[in-house]
């Protein structure tokens, strides 16, 4: 810690403010998730403080049981499910953030569901600074957010991990818009059903870093509302060009089984 701090005093003038607040985020990934500051938003024990919310279902209403605990396991599991049926569900947490880290263990485990898209094997996320769920329409397929990409390996390919997705969101990376819906991090691939820790470092809607155990794979800042990968929202939620500071987090289902360990949280400052 004590190097960290003497580098980014020495960086001084030289270099951006952005740069200089960067090394002060990865700085922070470096303390214990075991300290005080951090909230157990998962309990371990059972889905309290998470409300589902799966497309053609009400809000609360998840009768396939997809989202459970098993063994201690936040779980999401289709064993009900004869096929998919493009029900994208999210688990939403009670309460809205602004700055904060995250820090989420995961593993994806068995087989994907019958029908489930070829792009969702071993794909899940975590969307964060998400509109209010009760916002959300029957039909909405995913909500308008910034997502943390889970990927895992198909045993061949490069497939990394913790991405970054924008249905109805938009960012910019050295102050440029980026184009694309998603956007691959630097990260290794992990094709076996081990544990991988993720985090997010956010400061509102000025800049966002994703980790992988420990290391920073991919940054951006200038969150808005825009563009478009999301379908059958109220469009008085997507008021495009508006900056994006604060939101809901969610844990996804999208066909194929995953369980996380742990979902911790810390508040930052300026939240």
């Known amino acids: 810690m004590r190097i960290l701090?003497?580098?980014?005093?020495?960086?001084?003038?030289?270099?951006?403010?952005?740069?200089r607040q960067d090394m002060m985020q990865l700085s922070s990934t470096m303390l214990s998730p075991d300290e005080d500051d951090w909230i157990a938003l998962f309990n371990g024990s059972d889905l309290t403080g998470?409300?589902?919310?799966?497309?053609?279902?009400?809000?609360?209403?998840?009768?396939?049981?997809?989202?459970?605990?098993?063994?201690?396991?936040?779980?999401?599991?289709y064993e009900s499910y004869e096929t998919f049926g493009e029900r994208f569900g999210h688990l939403?947490?009670?309460?809205?953030?602004?700055?904060?880290?995250?820090?989420?263990?995961?593993?994806?485990?068995g087989e994907q569901v019958t029908d489930g898209p070829d792009w969702a094997f071993k794909n899940s996320?975590?969307?964060?600074?998400?509109?209010?769920?009760n916002s959300m329409?029957?039909?909405?397929?995913?909500?308008?957010?910034?997502?943390?990409?889970?990927?895992?390996?198909?045993?061949?390919?490069a497939r990394p991990t913790a991405n970054l997705c924008t249905p109805g969101t938009e960012v910019e990376m050295s102050g440029v818009k980026v184009q694309a819906h998603c956007t691959n991090s630097t990260s290794e691939t992990f094709h076996d059903d081990e544990w991988v820790t993720v985090e997010l470092i956010v400061h509102a809607?000025?800049?966002?870093?994703?980790?992988?155990?420990?290391?920073?794979?991919?940054?951006?800042?200038?969150?808005t509302i825009g563009g478009g990968s999301v379908d059958g929202f109220d469009d008085a939620m997507k008021l495009d060009g508006q900056p994006l500071g604060?939101?809901?987090?969610?844990?996804?289902?999208?066909?194929?089984?995953?369980?996380f360990r742990r979902v911790l949280l810390r508040q930052l400052t300026g939240g």
């Open 205 to 223: 809607d000025t800049v966002v870093s994703h980790l992988v155990n420990g290391e920073k794979v991919l940054g951006y800042e200038q969150l």
């Open 246 to 259: 604060h939101g809901y987090i969610a844990l996804q289902s999208e066909s194929h089984p995953v369980q």
């Open 5 to 19: 701090i003497l580098l980014i005093v020495a960086l001084g003038s030289c270099e951006s403010q952005q740069v």
């Open 125 to 133: 996320g975590v969307m964060f600074h998400a509109q209010n769920p």
């Open 137 to 157: 329409l029957l039909e909405q397929d995913f909500p308008i957010s910034l997502e943390l990409q889970l990927l895992g390996g198909n045993g061949t390919d």
């Open 50 to 77: 998470w409300t589902p919310k799966i497309r053609g279902n009400e809000l609360g209403e998840d009768p396939g049981g997809t989202f459970r605990v098993e063994s201690g396991l936040l779980t999401v599991g």
């Open 92 to 109: 939403f947490y009670a309460d809205p953030f602004s700055h904060y880290q995250l820090l989420v263990e995961y593993r994806f485990i």
